[in-house]
Structures are given as C-alpha cells and as structure tokens.
C-alpha cells in the first residue's frame, strides 16, 4: 500500500510522487498514535532502498485515534489501510496550513 501524488521538493522540481508509510506507533491504552509518511521519487526509488526525500508526520489521540478494535476488526481492515485512509482526511499539512492535501491522492 502507498498513495500516489506529485509534489515538488525543496527545490522546486517535481519529483516527489511516491509516498509510503515507514513508521508507525500505537499506544491503545493511551489512544495515541503516530505515523511517518516517506516521500520517494518512485516506487523503485524505495524498493532500492533510496532515502526519502521529504517525510511527514501525523499524530492521533483522542476522538482523532483511528485504530479502535471494533474498525480494525472489520473484514479487510487493518493499522496500514487506516492509517493511510486517516492520512488522506488529515486537514494539516507539512507547515501546519489547515487543507486536505493528501485528500484526492490515488490509492496504489
């Protein structure tokens, strides 16, 4: 699973498109969570084992926790699936602007 999106880098060239998870952190005890998103060239580019070029984070508690057990029990769900489908509703971005970006990436 990854999401598919273009986004120039630091530099101003397009060349970021690939984005996966690379960390995740549960605590349900707490209900909070944490999740690194890694942003690569292309698929290849992680599976060469390239360094990400951008990385972003997303942080969960509270009402905003996404992994309770009666979601992760459902049929075809689990911690990645829901953590990409609460990346793709966040309404923050890397600078903390109040948008959706992730919102209209493709699913791969």
Same mark, same amino acid.
């Given at each position: 699973?990854?999401?598919? #999106? ?10 970021? @498109?690939?984005? #996966? ?26 599976? +060469? ?11 969960? @508690? ?13 049929? +075809?769900?689990?911690?990645? #699936? ?5 990346? #793709?509703?966040?309404?923050? +971005? ?9 919102? +209209?990436a493709e699913d791969l």
């Amino acid at each position: 699973m990854a999401l598919l #999106k273009s986004k120039a880098d630091q530099y101003g060239n397009g060349g970021i @498109s690939y984005w #996966k998870i690379i960390e995740t952190n549960i605590n349900w005890l707490t209900k909070n969570s944490h999740c690194t998103l890694a942003g690569y060239v292309n698929q290849q580019a992680r599976l +060469d084992n390239k360094q990400p070029l951008e990385s972003q984070s997303f942080d969960w @508690s509270g009402d905003q926790f996404p992994f309770s057990l009666d979601v992760l029990n459902q049929e +075809d769900e689990n911690v990645i #699936k829901v953590a990409y489908g609460k990346i #793709k509703e966040s309404k923050l +971005d890397e600078n903390n602007v109040e948008q959706n970006w992730f919102a +209209d990436a493709e699913d791969l």
